[in-house]
C-alpha cells in the first residue's frame, strides 16, 4: 500500500505517527523511505511506528514512504457476512480505527489524498473515495480509487461485496460532471433507488445552491455494513445496511450526510471536542435541504425534534465544546454535538439574517475547504460577515451548558397601555444566564387582537413596559421558536380598579393577584403555508443577491 503526501512529525528520528495497530496474524513486513525498494530499519511497538530518516533529505513535499504489511485487521476493516448473507469487506474508521488498517496519523486534522487499488473475487465490485480511471471498467477484479482532494483518515474507506450499481441522473457543474451512484445489495437496488435516494442528485444540488460546488469527484451512497446509521465517508458514504433491509431507510440520512461532504469531510474539525462544526451542521442542514425541496415547514419540524431531542437528553448540563470528552470522542455523539448544534446555527441565522449567514458559510467553507477548523474560526469568519462581535454568543452557546428557562409574568396597565413585564432566567445557577437580544412576544387580546413586540433579556431578572394598545389575555414567548428555550407564561390580573398587588389596596374581587397560568409552550410553532412560499422565495432572492455581491467583492 502506498501512502502519498507523507509529512513528518520530527524530520530527525521519526516518521509521523501512530499507526497499524496490529495484531497476532498481522505483521509489518518492509518499510522503505526515499528510494523505492531500499528497506531501512524500523521500530514498532504494536502502535507506533518509528523509522529513522538518517541521511535523507526532507522536503516539504515529504518523502515517499513504501509500507508493506499483511494480516487480518483487528478492526477498522470489518471482513464479514452482510445482512443479506454475503461474505463483504467495509472500512469502518470512525473516530480512530483508521490505524487498524492504514498506517496513518489517526487524527482528524492529518488531512491526506489516498489512492486505492483493491483486488477482488470474480463477480465483487469495491468501492472507495474518489475517482476511478477511465480504463476501470465495471467487471474488473481489480478496481482502483483515487482522491485527489486531501481528507480526514477517518473517512478513508472502501468496501467490496456483491453490488448492484446504479447511476442516478449526475451533477453537471461547468465543465466538471459529478457522478451520483447507488451501491446496494442486488436485494434492495430497488428500494434504494426508489425511496431514501429518489432525490440523491437533488440533495446535492441544493447545497451546492447554498455553499458551494460538490467537493470531491463523484458521490456513491453505499450499502454496508458500518457499525454507525450512516458514515460520511468522503465521496463514498457508508449507510447501515439493516435499514435497507428493513424497508425503514428515510430520505433524511442521505441529506444529513450529503451536508458533511462540505462541514465534516471537506471543512473538518481539527479536534474532536470541536465536533459540532461536523454533527451540528450536518443535522441542521438535513432540515434546510429539507426545507428548499419540501417547504418551511420541514426545518420548522426538524428544529422541534432537535429541540425535545437535547431537552430530554442527560447532556444539559455539559457544554457543546466538551473538551472533559477529548479523549473518548464517542461520548461526544450526544445531542449537545447533534441537534444543540444545529439550534446554535439556527439561532445565529436569526440574529445575522439570510444574507450575512449563508454569506457566512459560504466564506467559512472556502476558506477552510480541505483543511481543518475551530469554533473559533468559525465565530470569526461570522463576525466578519456580521459585521458584529458574536463573542457573547458563541460563549453562552458552545461553552456554557443549558438552555434559558423562562419564567415570564405579566400584566396590564391599563391607564398607561403597556403590559408590564417579568422574565425571569430559572435555569440552575451552573448554567449561568443567557443574553437574549432579540425575544418575540406576542400579545393575544380579545376579538382575535395580536401585537408582537420583541424584547432584549439580558439578566436573570429583566422587567419591562411594553406599549400594547388592547389588555391581552395571553402572552405566547417566542411564537417562531426561533429561540433553544423553554418559557411560562403567567398572567397576573389586577382587581378592576387597577390596583395591583403589593400597592395594599385591597381589591374587591380578587383580593390580590389571581394566577392565569396559560401553561408551559412548546418552543416551535409551525409557520402557514402561505408564508412559507413567501420566504423561500425571499431567500432565494437573498442567494441570488449574495452571489452577485461576491461577484463584486473578487
Ligand atoms: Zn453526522
Redesign the pocket.
Known sequence: MVIDDVRWIDPITLIRGDTVAAHPGQSIAVITPGAIGTPVSYKYDGRVLRIPLGHLEVRESGELVVIRYHGRPRDGLIIGVNARGRRSVFADNWPERARFWIPTVDRPDAKAKVMFIVAVPQGWRAVANGTSPPWQTWNDDVWTWTENRPIPPYTMVLGAGEFTVSQHRPVINGRDTIPIQVWSYPEDSAFADSVPFRRATEIVEVMQRLIAPFPYEKLAHVQSSTKFG?M?NSSAIFYAEKPYVDRKMREGVVR??TA?QWF?DAVTERDWPDIWL??GF??YFDGVIGAALDGDSVLVNSMRSNAEAYFKSDVTDRPIVDSAYAGDPIKLLNANS?PKGAWVLHMLRGIAGDSAFFHGLRAYYKTYRDTNATSEDFQHVMERACHTDLGWFFRQWLHQPGYPQLDVSWHYDAGARRAVVGITQHQKLGRGVFRLPALTLEFHGPAGAVARRTVAVTGRESSLNVAVPFAPTEIRVDPDGKLLLQATATGLQRSPDGAGAGSGRRAPRSAGLHDRRVGRQSPRRALPGARSRQRRLRLAAGFRRHRKADRCES
Do not use: I, L
Open positions: 450512516g460520511e444529513h450526510e458533511h465534516g461536523s454533527e450536518a443535522t447533534y
